[in-house]
T-cell receptor
């Protein structure tokens, strides 16, 4: 089973700061998802990546397959970015190969 | 267009009762997933439907849990003889492309409380 570690578990920052959330996993993967869960529970898929880097607005996700590590960056953070960010690597095969991290609780203060 | 919907949004039941949770995926999405999110825990895979194939039930925690998907669209997750440890948010997700490496669209979840 893929062991997924996210860091930090909790992060409070000021509006405008550059945010980095890290995800490490133990088993080789075919793809990795970054998800955002807002208070109230709704989950949105931010990125799905299998190599390199993806950018969407102020969000950037990178992955290093060899090092089994991915990062999610938020530039010019805003209070509306406050949410739980979840990393989910897929080690291939069936749906049970998708493992979810426990999430990083991010609070951006105005 | 309409996203994934789930009902009820909240369900409170007594230990030992059966419950049914419903998921309406995005129209045309052939893949459907059920997950469970317990307090303080990460998401946990339960079951995966893909088209007309036999479902992947490898995540179901016990034989009290079952799910079906009628007509390749709506899905129902049934928990029989509920226990307090079943209390969690149950999330459904759908995808237009087979396989969990592809983007999934999540519903708002059903919060189940077993007293």
């Amino acid at each position: 089973k893929n062991e997924v570690e996210q860091s930090p578990q909790n992060l409070t920052a000021q509006e405008g700061e550059f945010i980095t959330i890290n995800c490490s996993y133990s088993v080789g993967i075919s793809a990795l998802h970054w998800l955002q869960q807002h208070p109230g529970g709704g989950i949105v898929s931010l990125f799905m990546l299998s190599s390199g880097k993806k950018k969407h607005g102020r969000l950037i996700a990178t992955i290093n397959i060899q090092e089994k590590h991915s990062s999610l960056h938020i530039t010019a953070s805003h209070p509306r970015d406050s949410a739980v960010y979840i990393c989910a690597p897929h080690s291939g095969g069936g749906a049970d190969g998708l493992t979810f991290g426990k999430g990083t609780h991010l609070i951006i203060q105005p | 267009g309409a996203g994934v919907s789930q009902s009820p949004s909240n369900k409170v039941t007594e230990k030992g009762k059966d419950v049914e949770l419903r998921c309406d995926p995005i129209s045309g999405h052939t893949a459907l997933y059920w997950y469970r999110q317990s307090l303080g825990q990460g998401l946990e895979f339960l079951i995966y439907f893909q088209g007309n194939s036999a479902p992947d039930k490898s995540g179901l925690p016990s034989d009290r849990f079952s799910a079906e998907r009628t007509g390749g669209s709506v899905s129902t997750l049934t928990i029989q003889r509920t226990q307090q440890e079943d209390s969690a948010v149950y999330l459904c997700a759908s995808s237009s492309i087979a396989g969990p490496s592809n983007e999934q669209f999540f519903g708002p979840g059903t919060r189940l409380t077993v007293l």
